[in-house]
């Protein structure tokens, strides 16, 4: 892979650092339940493997596959599962956990669908956010970092399939 092109903008350190804080802060802010980490595919498998740890106490793992609507239903903003929850959640205590927050369209439809479902609770959280292109209003919960109007690649976001395994997150210039 060319490496060159990658410019570093947030290094490991920094960034497990910051999930250790999250993880800190989720515990404080949902207490001594067990939560139920919803992880987005595929972009969000590094940072829910970290996050997970950060959290500690009782953590149940699940995965939810999405289609990404950049093919085409961007103005629908609706979502394909390609691959469902394994276990029902209602009445459980759930963590929606994305890699990152652009237009917001994936997270507020996620967010209605998984509410229908009747959790305890509902909360959501992202490593990234790049608010500038946002095109509808949603409120996370917890957030890493906001980042600037850049392509980013790494820990676990990727170019074509590629980059997703750097530790760390990296400014792609075409
Ligand atoms: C990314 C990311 C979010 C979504 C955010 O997924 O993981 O799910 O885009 O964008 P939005 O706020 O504009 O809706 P992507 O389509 O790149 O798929 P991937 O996670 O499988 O790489």
Known sequence: MVRNKLDVLIPEDRIQA????????IRATLGDVPITCICVLKGSF???ADLVRAIGGDVRCEFLGVSSYHGGTKST???????????????????????IIDTGLTLHYLYRMLQMRSPATLHTC????KPVHREVEFKCDFVGFQIPDEFV??????LGEYYRNLPYIAVYHP
């Not at 609706?78 to 394994?86: A, H, K, P």
């Not at 992202?126 to 956010?129: I, N």
């Not at 690649?153 to 990727?158: M, P």
């Open 18 to 25: 910051r999930v250790r804080e999250l993880g800190a802060e």
């Open 46 to 48: 590094i940072f829910m």
């Open 77 to 99: 903003g609706v979502v394909r599962i390609t691959q469902d929850l394994r276990s029902p959640i209602e009445g459980r205590h759930c963590l929606v956990v994305e890699d």
């Open 126 to 129: 992202t490593l990234l956010d």
């Open 153 to 158: 690649v790494g820990y676990g976001l990727d």
